[in-house]
């Protein structure tokens, strides 16, 4: 049974950071390409960031390049997405999927003075 379970969300104000963390459980994880995305309210979901399985090649929306770094640990079968100088356009629902299209559950990013 695939699991992704994200977490590390949180109230944060402008300029601040977050790291948010994606642990998967279910499937061969150091196999496949793992992403985040994120749902802000009355918007669609859109990609963030992306990493290859070896974690050799990455990507980002323009959005957020420069701000947030993806990264992975295989030992581990964790993603992260590090957050800076983090802005209210932010906020918003951010999942993780892997490469069958799998989901997980989200973690809320809400950045607010």
């Known amino acids: 049974q695939v699991q992704l379970v994200e977490s590390g969300g949180g109230l944060v104000q402008p300029g601040g950071s977050l790291r948010l963390s994606c642990v998967a459980s279910?499937?061969?994880?150091?196999?496949?390409?793992m992403s985040w995305y994120r749902q802000a309210p009355g918007k669609e979901r859109e990609l963030v960031a992306f990493?290859?399985?070896?974690?050799?090649?990455?990507n980002y929306a323009d959005s957020v390049q420069g701000r947030f770094t993806i990264s992975r640990d295989n030992a581990k079968n964790t993603v992260y997405l590090q957050m800076n100088s983090l802005k209210p356009e932010d906020t918003a629902l951010y999942y993780c999927?892997?490469?069958?299209?799998?989901w997980g559950q989200g973690t809320q990013v809400t950045v607010s003075s």
């Open positions: 999927k892997n490469g069958f299209g799998d």
């Open positions: 279910g499937f061969t994880f150091s196999r496949h390409t």
């Open positions: 990493i290859l399985n070896t974690g050799g090649s990455i």
